[in-house]
Every structure is written in structure tokens, then in C-alpha cells.
């Protein structure tokens, strides 16, 4: 039975229909209907929009929306809220309703973490909610140490949340980086809170981050140590050539590579179209997603003979220690991926000594691509790299390539006029 027969209002949605993280904007909001009893009609659209800072990703933008939508529903399904008069249900006792809202208004700082973490983790990864749940755990401790663990969440003022995370730094021997990020955490928390209306403003965010040193994480092989590794691995571990192969030509993730499916595969188009899936979580980005595959790898894919085997079996499956990397039903876990990697590569003793990661091959594609844009005389440097790696936004491409850099110091160093 549809919830507006139910409750009398209609189910809260996103709008515009269809928005996704890709496209979602400051015009898109959670609208429905309420059935006003009295006039005996149905309201126009009631609007709500979520509160964000001022720098958001779409990604967040998107996730905050949904939060919106799932709060809105909250308090119209278990609460009896109209928002015509901002009145709730009595069909509890006054003082009974009172105090479940008050339980939600006195929230300790502690018992607000707890609550905004189990309405978010809905709509995160395994990985993201383990993340969490580790800051989480010495934000605990922190406020136990100075003594805003039994502090009311509303109670709380900018000077309370400075202290709070100079004393997290100081007892997990935070860097400056650390602290930026236990900060953006907290944030991420508060802004939770403000869509369940426990708190109004995310003080969080006017306390300044520290200046941290950028250093460049995953460092790409040079021309020499990118040829020593792959003749080793096309010798030696063949099989595992084609993983990497997929990884650097297509730059997907190790755990969404792991997670290919042959029914992904598209050869005619040089395609994987890899539709999301929350069982498996497949795709960081929790949105389908289309991949092109370049000629020379979809060639070394085409020597598995994948036609001969069932679609839902996965391209790289693992049966044991001495045979993976070949299609079968068994998802292989991406650490295996990185254990090799480290014993072929890193190793001083039983590999090559050569200190960069698996992961840096995508980094290496990402200035790659930037090359090829050069070549072709495209000036939207950064453009084909974030395509390729399914970012919504640029600076999420920034993080793993440096190529256009060089290129615009190259232009400076070159081409800059005489004075």
C-alpha cells in the first residue's frame, strides 16, 4: 500500500528524477506532499534542501541528499510530523513524545557520534565504515580525557571541538595531515546531525586545518624500473601481467578489478560496463560505471577465451595459491593482488628491491593519458585521465596525476615572453 494511503503524504523524493552523484547540483532537493485534513486536500510540493558547506564534492552533495530524504521520512513516518503547521502526532501521550524528542535533543558527544555514524554507514563501503569507525573510537577517548564525553552535542561551541581534536593529535601523535583528516571526519559526522535536526550549524567547519606537508603518495616507476618489472612479471607470472595490464590500460581500482564479471565485458565496443552492486561493492562510487578498454589490452584479454566459460564467472578468479588470475566463480581478494605485487617488486630478498606500489601503475596511466593529450593538442589536460577513472570532479583527478604540471612548467620555462 503506497505511504500517502498510509500516512497521508507521499513518498519523499529526490528531484530531478534520476539525479545521481554524477549530476547532482545545488538546484536538486527532496520534495513530497502532505494531506491537509482540514481543507481536505493535498498541499503543493514541500521542498527541503540539505544543509552543506560551502565546499562540497558531488559525491558528498549526493550522499547528503539521500541522508535529507531518509530524515524526512523519519520524522513523517515515526514521528507524525506536519509540516504544514510543524506540529507532531498525539496519539502518545504529549509528555511521552516529549521526551523520545528531547532523547534525540540530549544526545552526549559520544552517544551524537554513535547516531550519526548508524544512519550513515548505510550508504558506505565496508572499507569506508571500518575508516569510521577507527576515528571514532579515539574521538571517544579524546573527549574522555579532557571530559566532553557526557557533554550535551548542543552544547558544544567552537572552542569544545578545537580542543577536542588538538587533543586527539596530541594523544594519537597526529601530523598536520592527521589532524586535517580526524577534523574532515568529525565534520562529516556533524553535518549527519544537522539532517536529524539534533544540531544547527557544523562549528566543525570554522576550525582552520593545519598546514600539512604534500608529499606524493604512490610514486610511478621511471622509464628503466617500469621496464625491469613488467619483463619480470610477463616471464614469470604471466597471468598476473594481464591484471596489471587491465589496471594501468583501464585504471580501475584492484578490488573493482577483482570484482569483474565476464557479462562486464562488451567487446565490440571495448567497453566494461559494470553496473553497482551493494552485495559485492564492486564500485567505489556507488554508480554504474563504463570503462574503455584500450586495443592491446582487450587483445591479452581475448587469449583467456572467456566465450567458454559462464558470464557470471569472474575475469581474474582465484582456485588456489598456485593457480589464479584466470576466470572462475571465486572473487579473488585484492590484498592477494598486493601480496604478490610486494614479493615480485618490493622485496629485497625474493624480488627486485624496487620501492614503488601496485597502485602507483594507475598514477602512471593518469600522466600517460596526459601525454597523449599533449600530443593530440588538447588543452583540457586532465580531461581523458578523469574520464577514464570515473571522477565526478577534477581535483579528485589531481590526486593521482602530476603530468600536467610539468606540462604547464614546461610552457613557462620555454615559452614565456621576453620582457
Known sequence: MPLKQ???????????????AKNVGHHCYVWFRFYDSENQKWSNPI???????????????????????????????VQGWNP????????????????????IKDLTFNDALNFAFNKKKTDWTKRTAQCFEGVIKYLKQAAEYVELHNKKITEFRLPHYRVLLETVKELRKLSNSGFNKYREYLSSLITELIQWEVVEINLVHHVKTKQAIKRLAHRPPTKDEQTIIMQRIIKDHFEYYRFLAV????????????????????KKEHVFRIPYSASEENLKTKADREVIIPVWVMDLIMQMNLQ???????IF?????????????????????????????????????????????????GNHMVKLQVLNNSDKLLQLPQMQMGHSEEKQTTVYVQEHLEVMKDLVKNQMPVL
Not at 498510509?6 to 545521481?20: A, D, H, Q, V, Y
Open 6 to 20: 498510509l500516512s497521508g503524504w507521499s513518498e519523499p523524493k529526490i528531484s530531478p528524477k534520476n539525479t545521481t
Open 47 to 77: 521542498r527541503r534542501k540539505p544543509a552543506l558547506p560551502a565546499i562540497c564534492s558531488k559525491e558528498d552533495h549526493y550522499l547528503e541528499l539521500k541522508a535529507l530524504r531518509q530524515a524526512v521520512v523519519f520524522k513523517l513516518q
Open 84 to 103: 504544514l503547521n510543524d506540529t507532531y502526532r498525539i496519539d502518545k501521550e504529549p509528555d511521552e513524545f516529549d521526551v523520545e524528542l528531547k532523547k
Open 247 to 266: 589496471l594501468y590500460g583501464c585504471t580501475l581500482r584492484p578490488k573493482e578489478i577483482t570484482r569483474l564479471k565476464i557479462k562486464h565485458l562488451h
Open 308 to 314: 567458454n566459460y559462464n558470464p557470471e564467472f569472474y
Open 317 to 365: 578468479s582465484t582456485f588456489n595459491k598456485y593457480r589464479s588470475f584466470l576466470p572462475g566463480p571465486n572473487a579473488m581478494h585484492p590484498s592477494s593482488t598486493n601480496r604478490l605485487w610486494k614479493k615480485i617488486v618490493k622485496d629485497k630478498e625474493t624480488g627486485l628491491g624496487i620501492d614503488v606500489n601496485q597502485y602507483s601503475l594507475k598514477k602512471l596511466s
